[in-house]
């Protein structure tokens, strides 16, 4: 509840039950509150309702269309409830934490359900902006009256967790549906749990628990995610964990969808030669996240993150003590799932963008090898990406026209130079250098918009920056047997019919294989 009401800045219980009331009262309301609030916990609701994938919508969508009606839960912490359930709920938690009896929930039933939902408000609070509890009720109830309001309060406050949800729903896992989506277009009205702590409610009584988790203690909250001594000692353990080793090459992971990691860390055996690991990751969900990689890397450095900049606000915050260190390479790895047209997420593209960049970047042993030697061996070369990701600026602008650009890179032009779509390459981290006066809080917390955030400026910063020189960028080609070009020419097509193209190639080749099966 705290994230709706630190969003919004809300300062009193009243403005938090009109607001939520108003947001509630249209489709979009709700699903503004509950991407704002995380309702909907993404893995958990893909994990737990296999036909979110299928349904290709995101688990915030699909919870707010069909999870509320069905009564699928969003979130392990979450019951399943109706939306005006879900509702009460957040009211009684605005008004418990408003009445000072935030840390102590055992008086009643309705105290406990509003406990698990206070998870979810923290996260609506910091991407609402409201001079009152009331303001911030009014923004819940009136997204909340909306499927669109609904899925953006679910995504926002992290309500599903997506293993749970999956493990849970065996119809969803089949579907391969991602389980936000699910939890939001389907499993909220259908009554589902989208976390363990949450049991099935529908739609109507999630947001009753929202309306119940709003609280006046939000206020109090730093500006920074974190609280002043956990940043300090997580920036403590980073130096430290930096400084230990004598490696010369990291890989900076960040982890977001749990059931993706195997396939990283089965990537990661390409690198022969020792290096450190961190994985960034969100500030919630993560126990298995953790448990797989620290069972294959014991020594990989966990950087806990807020929601914030996706996968490249954490690297940002990443970025001076890898200066410090001065590495010869980093590579910059993230679990990438989504691929959207039009808003809709289409799976078999997100995953052949991800397939074809980890076989560019990390293919096989002579692969890394030929790379890192590239970077010890031209000390021009700052960057290796993927070949058919490389994007002209000039067909891929900046939304801000260029403005963040010449301030960080000074004369460097807006239409200058290219950059690797997906954000992931290997690079020289003190090309970067420029791109450190950046910070972790300069990016709002996630909202879930596919293009025009801040993190969207930085991944074009990222390619210019390193590009910036001659010889400065060199692609990978998919196939790992072929060597890197360092003369590299961004791509002609488009992402989208690159990957429409593609897609007719593979669907071919299978209809060929299965052919030349028959006719044997």
Not at 16 to 23: G, I
């Amino acid at each position: 509840m705290r994230r709706l009401r630190q969003h919004l800045a809300i300062k009193s219980i009243q403005a938090t039950t009109e607001w939520l009331d108003a947001m509630w009262s249209t489709e979009q309301g709700r699903a503004e509150v509950i991407k704002i609030g995380r309702l909907v916990d993404p893995d958990y609701y893909t994990a737990t309702n296999r036909d979110v994938a299928e349904a290709r919508i995101t688990p915030v969508e699909h919870f707010l269309h069909r999870g509320f009606a069905e009564g699928r839960t969003p979130a392990p912490s979450i019951p399943a409830a109706t939306a005006m359930q879900t509702l009460s709920h957040l009211k009684r938690a605005a008004e418990i934490m408003a009445n000072g009896r935030s840390a102590d929930f055992g008086t009643t039933p309705d105290d406990a359900i509003a406990e698990n939902y206070l998870p979810m408000f923290r996260r609506l609070v910091a991407h609402v902006r409201a001079d009152s509890n009331d303001a911030f009720l009014s923004w819940l109830d009136t997204l909340w009256n909306t499927p669109a309001g609904r899925s953006r309060i679910i995504e926002l406050g992290g309500f599903v967790d997506p293993e749970y949800y999956l493990a849970t729903y065996g119809d969803v896992r089949a579907a391969g549906v991602d389980p936000v989506r699910h939890y939001c277009n389907a499993g909220i009205l259908e009554g589902r749990s989208p976390r363990k702590s949450l049991r099935a409610v529908k739609a109507g009584v999630v947001w009753e628990n929202l309306r119940q988790a709003a609280s006046a203690d939000a206020l109090a909250l730093a500006e920074f995610p974190f609280a002043e001594d956990v940043e300090a000692r997580r920036q403590a353990q980073l130096h430290a964990a930096f400084a230990g080793t004598g490696n010369r090459i990291a890989v900076v992971a960040h982890l977001y969808y749990t059931d993706l990691v195997p396939e990283i860390l089965e990537h990661l055996k390409a690198i022969r030669e020792p290096f450190d690991l961190i994985v960034t990751m969100p500030d919630w969900g993560t126990r298995r996240i953790v448990e797989m990689v620290r069972a294959a890397h014991p020594d990989a450095l966990f950087y806990a993150a807020p929601n914030r900049g996706r996968d490249i606000g954490p690297f940002i915050d990443l970025l001076p003590a890898m200066l410090e260190k001065d590495y010869d390479a980093v590579l910059k790895l993230q679990t990438k799932r989504g691929y959207f047209r039009a808003d809709r997420m289409i799976p078999e593209f997100g995953e052949m963008w991800r397939e074809e960049t980890f076989s560019a970047l990390l293919g096989s042993p002579e692969r890394v090898t030929e790379i890192l030697d590239a970077f010890r061996s031209r000390k021009q070369l700052n960057m290796v990406g993927p070949e058919p990701f490389l994007l002209s600026l000039d067909k891929y602008p900046y939304h801000d026209n260029g403005a963040l650009a010449e301030c960080l890179l000074d004369d460097i032009g807006a239409k200058d130079g290219a950059f690797y779509a997906g954000t992931m390459f290997w690079v020289r981290p003190s090309c970067l250098q420029p791109l450190a006066e950046l910070k972790l809080t300069h990016f709002a917390p996630e909202s879930g918009a596919n293009d025009g955030a801040l993190a969207h400026l930085v991944e074009r910063l990222f390619g210019q920056a390193a590009g910036i020189g001659t010889d400065a960028l060199a692609s990978a080609p998919v196939d790992p047997g072929q060597p890197l070009d360092f003369a590299p020419e961004p791509a002609t097509i488009t992402v989208d019919a690159y990957f429409t193209e593609r897609q007719k190639e593979l669907r071919n080749r299978k209809t060929k294989d299965g052919q030349g099966a028959l006719i044997w």
